[in-house]
């Protein structure tokens, strides 16, 4: 980035997590722009000067700029991050991608895949954005409200460019909130997609008053199956060891500010599905994800059971209770095989 002037960094989505990043990015000393295609919402943002929908009550840093339109988000920005929920990142990368200055890389702190292809996020980004642009993910364990709120955290950015990938990370890396590289860009996906599934069946576990055992054999055969999986795809497994995979999974299995937790809390309480989702009121990954890491594991003749019981739950097919009791009838077998 240039040396004269401070770093310029255009935040794409102003939900909770955008918001957050903004907040991280402008104490680092950057001009921030956070974009949302929300009008109203960007107004009432710009006037109050804070995220009154989803984060009230963090102010935001008098560098932050907001605005609803890409084209003036991105101009002169030395760095993008895409945070909007992966059901809109396509449709984002895609008008980004008119408006994306020379020699700006992107980073993104979605979690998810892309419901259109089944792909994981870095594949549709190296699709939509111009050749040679660097690319990065930030994942890991990371509630939106701790950061904005100062409280000590860590992610990883993970990068085929180690140069890009410490870039980044310098950005985010404060004397409070560390900030690691790697270079697996499958097993950074993976780990940030999958566990929001895992988060579900935990949380039924404990809307069902199960008890700290069965949270506990739920996460640890959670991660087996996310190694397997993450191995089939062409992961590192060591990326699922660190922040990306087992960080975020116990994070986002035992915090109550898991969206993906607290839906399962209620299905295990036997709430219905559209109800949960409604009373939550914010975008729930792990719906969607569910349906499309089975695909992956019918695609890779995977056994992964819970996976594929919380998958039928959200569709209908059992109830909470039905396929926790299922999954507990499972025979015997070995831990490892």
């Known amino acids: 980035m240039p040396a004269q002037r401070r770093p310029r960094i255009a935040v794409l989505g102003a939900g909770s997590w955008g918001t957050a990043l903004a907040v991280l990015l402008a104490r680092r000393e950057a001009d921030v722009v956070l974009w949302g295609r929300d009008a109203a919402l ?6 109050v000067r804070e995220n009154p929908r989803y984060l009230p009550g963090v102010a935001l840093p008098p560098v932050i700029a907001v605005g609803s339109a890409i084209a003036n988000a991105v101009r002169e920005a030395d760095l993008v991050v895409v945070v909007v929920p992966s059901h809109a990142f396509r449709a984002v990368l895609k008008e980004l991608a008119e408006h994306l200055p020379a020699s700006c890389g992107v980073a993104w702190a979605t979690k998810g895949f892309d419901p259109e292809s089944g792909r994981l996020l870095h ?5 939509i954005l111009p050749g040679g642009t660097p690319i990065a993910a930030i994942t890991g364990p990371s509630f939106a409200r701790e950061v904005a709120e100062g409280k000590p955290g860590a992610v990883t950015v ?44 935990t949380g039924v576990c404990d809307g069902m008053g199960l008890g700290a055992n069965a949270r ?7 991660m087996a199956e996310m190694l397997k999986l993450n191995a089939a795809l062409g992961g590192r497994p060591e990326t699922l060891m660190g922040l990306a995979g087992l960080g975020d999974l116990v994070l986002t299995c035992t915090g109550d500010l898991s969206r993906n937790r607290r839906l399962g809390i209620l299905l295990g309480q036997g709430v219905p599905l559209a109800e949960a989702l409604a009373r939550i009121g914010q975008v729930v990954e792990g719906v ?19 996976t594929e019981h919380v998958h039928r739950v959200l569709q209908g097919e059992l109830t909470a209770e039905e396929g926790m009791r299922r999954l507990l009838a499972r025979e015997m077998r070995a831990e490892f095989d």
């Open 42 to 47: 960007i107004a009432e943002i710009e006037r």
């Open 123 to 127: 594949e549709v980004a190296r699709e």
């Open 158 to 201: 993970h990068s085929p460019d180690p140069a890009f990938a410490e870039r980044v990370a310098a950005l985010l890396h404060t004397g409070w909130f560390r900030a690691y590289t790697g270079s697996d860009l499958i097993g950074a996906g993976l780990g940030g997609a999958m566990k929001n599934v895992l988060a579900v069946a």
């Open 216 to 222: 506990a054999g739920l996460i640890t055969r959670g």
């Open 288 to 306: 969607q994800t569910a349906r499309i890491i089975v695909r992956h594991v019918e695609r890779a003749g995977l056994d992964l059971p819970i």
